[in-house]
């Protein structure tokens, strides 16, 4: 007690041992020694310090103001060097702390105490330069202020005249006495600094600037530093700090922690949980009746779901099968025709199939045959009926002088035309198919398409279309040898051409008379043998005697047309000669057509398919009869019409083919056996497809 009351001198200080330094009281020295000092000339309206509750009192409440003083605020300008005189040096900071106290005493003693705590300092020992408070004390120095105004206005008015040159120190106001057991563990009255004030503030006013409402004092020659230059304006505002403290929230109820979801319950247990009545014990049998109620629902939906999308699903298209045989083979060995021992050679019966051939099917040329094609392509470009004459076509130059090539050229020509006849249309193909006159085949090539050029694309193109693939066309006329063909090919187009009236009637003639009156025979003697209708014959010295030629015949009740192709005879006269072998071969195939029932009315050849398991029988409704020969098999087929979902009985819904199946094969109707209904709901449930 007595230590703590006692205040050593300034010069037994000056050696402090800064590790042990915070656990010393600071500067309590200065209150007692200069004292005295303060109240030798005691002001009028002092009260005298010390006097209410005797030394121990005295020393202990001046160590606290001496404290509080360290901590007052510096003016603005000055200069917080607290770090680095307690830390450099300690005796400095312990002369500045006494100068500060005995401020303070003379400025609570009264309003003239400021020129005795002048004269006290001017008295002592020279200290340096009077520093500002640290910065731990300014901080808290309006705190100060206010507890000591708490203090003072509880108990009684502040009475005591303040200074205003020194009001800036805030002198302390007297506090309640101090337990002195318990004084020397204030560490000299340090307060902890509060984090919201800027330390920068402080480090930037100059250790040694004086502090406003005293007069400076000298510098310390030992003391003198270098002047302090801001980097910064001092003015400058700065953000505030946080505050290193984090405040302790109060907790208000119970605790609370963050738990994580819980994954969805099953239906039945939430069920369960809402009406209090816990779920039963699981055991296999309520798992399996659960199972049924959820998922029996479901299933019935998807299947009434299944059942109306396969009831109003579009049916498929209905399909006509053959239940009869396909094929019709005629009794007897097969048919041999008397072909001759060169060239080659082709037959068939329209619309039945090839009664016979002979020869390799080569392309050789085939002379004026190829005025069958120059007359085929204009009866279709202009088109006339049997026994018209058709347009009339000018005779141009061209056709006159090439008249004469008959003498000169050795080729068939009109040598009657004249440059600016006119010859009809069917006059022109008269003297193309009987004469064969090459001078009237080019004039009706150019008369068509302009040039003899482009009636030669004309001729191939047509060729293409009717399947002559073996055939090449260079001419109207066919005297070049490069116009080539095969008998195959040309009875191609013998089927085609017979089907054209205009020019069956034509080419059926046994002769024709010209405009001129000439008469003129038909190189083609068939017609006036045995009735042939045609076709064209052609001869040259490279391609030898051809002819193509057609007849028809009646075979019970059906008529038959015979189409044949012979080429590449060589035998003097050559004309002659093919016509000859002709002959033999048509009339052979002739006698060998004969016809045959293969199907009879009401017989079942097949059924109308829905697709859907239904089947509803079709029957023919006339006999048929398949014309052929001995040996020869005839094709069967269905040819389906537009057939309904649901028809009566007798409605037609089909064609039995007997043949090759071309326009010229024997057709038969076929019609429903019994009513044609729809699907039942049971097929169409259980169609897949």
Do not use: C
């Amino acid at each position: 007690m007595a230590v703590a009351r006692e205040a050593e001198p300034s010069a037994s200080r000056g050696g402090v041992d800064t590790a042990t330094r915070v656990f010393s009281v600071r500067d309590l020295k200065t209150a007692e020694s200069e004292q005295p000092e303060a109240s030798a000339e005691p002001e009028e309206g002092e009260e005298p310090a010390g006097t209410e509750d005797g030394d121990e009192a005295t020393a202990s409440e001046t160590a606290e103001d001496a404290t509080e003083a360290e901590g007052t605020e510096a003016p603005e300008g000055g200069t917080d060097a607290d770090d680095a005189g307690d830390t450099e040096e300690p005796a400095e900071a312990t002369e500045h702390t006494e100068a500060a106290e005995a401020e303070n005493s003379g400025t609570a003693a009264g309003t003239g105490s400021t020129e005795a705590a002048s004269g006290s300092a001017s008295e002592s020992t020279p200290r340096a330069a009077s520093k500002p408070a640290p910065k731990w004390a300014s901080d808290t120095d309006e705190q100060a202020a206010e507890d000591a105004e708490a203090d003072t206005g509880a108990d009684e008015p502040d009475r005591s005249p303040v200074d205003q040159p020194t009001a800036v120190f805030k002198a302390p106001r007297p506090k309640p006495a101090v337990d002195q057991p318990t004084t020397m563990l204030k560490l000299g009255g340090a307060t902890k600094p509060k984090p919201d004030k800027d330390e920068d503030e402080d480090e930037a006013a100059p250790k040694d600037a004086p502090k406003p409402g005293r007069p400076a004092e000298p510098e310390a020659p030992a003391e003198r530093t270098s002047k302090f230059v801001a980097l910064k304006p001092l003015d400058e505002p700065r953000p505030p700090k946080q505050a290193d403290v984090t405040a302790l929230v109060p907790q208000v109820g119970p605790e609370r922690t963050t738990q994580q979801p819980l994954p969805p319950r099953p239906p039945l247990d939430l069920l369960a949980e809402l009406t209090n009545t816990p779920p039963p014990p699981p055991t296999p049998l309520r798992t399996l009746g659960r199972r049924l109620k959820i998922w029996t629902p479901l299933v019935i939906l998807l299947l009434v779901a299944f059942a109306i999308a396969q009831a109003v699903r579009p049916l498929p298209a209905t399909a006509l099968a053959l239940t009869a045989e396909d094929s019709y083979t005629f009794e007897g060995g097969k048919t041999q025709l008397p072909w001759p021992s060169e060239g080659q050679g082709w037959m068939d019966a329209d619309g039945v199939g090839t009664v016979g051939s002979f020869g390799k099917q080569t392309p050789v040329a085939i002379g004026s045959v190829a005025k069958t094609m120059t007359a085929y392509i204009i009866l279709k470009d202009h088109p006339m009926k049997a026994g018209e004459e058709g347009p009339e076509i000018e005779v141009d130059a061209t056709a006159e002088k090439e008249g004469g090539y008959d003498v000169s050229g050795d080729e068939s020509t009109l040598n009657t035309v004249k440059a600016g006849d006119r010859l009809t249309e069917k006059q022109a193909l008269s003297a193309v198919l009987i004469p064969s006159a090459n001078n009237i085949a080019r004039l009706l090539a150019r008369w068509d398409a302009g040039t003899e050029a482009a009636f030669v694309k004309k001729m191939n193109a047509t060729a293409k279309e009717l399947g002559m693939t073996d055939t090449t066309y260079t001419d109207p006329s066919g005297l070049k040898e490069t116009t080539v063909s095969t008998a195959e090919d040309q009875v191609k187009l013998g089927r085609a051409f017979v089907k054209v009236p205009a020019l069956v009637s034509i080419s059926s003639a046994a002769s024709w008379t010209d405009p001129s009156g000439k008469y003129w025979n038909n190189y083609n003697t068939l017609p006036y043998y045995i009735g042939a209708i045609g076709i064209k014959t052609g001869s040259t010295t490279a391609a030898g005697g051809n002819l193509l030629f057609a007849s028809r015949k009646k075979v019970n009740g059906q008529t038959v047309t015979l189409v044949g192709a012979v080429l590449g005879q060589h035998k003097p006269k050559i004309l002659e000669t093919v016509n000859a072998v002709s002959k033999t071969a048509l009339l052979a195939a002739q006698d060998a057509l004969t016809s045959a029932k293969i199907l009879k009315k009401g017989d079942v050849v097949g059924y109308v398919d829905d697709q859907l398991g239904g089947r509803t029988p079709v029957v023919i409704t006339k006999d048929v009869s398949a014309v052929g020969w001995a040996g020869m098999t005839v094709k069967l087929s269905f040819t389906a019409d537009d057939v309904p979902h649901t028809a009566k009985a007798g409605t037609q819904v089909g064609t039995l083919t007997v043949g090759d199946g071309t326009s010229s094969a024997v057709k038969v109707p076929v019609a429903l056996q019994s009513d044609l209904t729809e699907p039942g709901f049971s097929d169409k449930l259980t169609r897949i497809g």
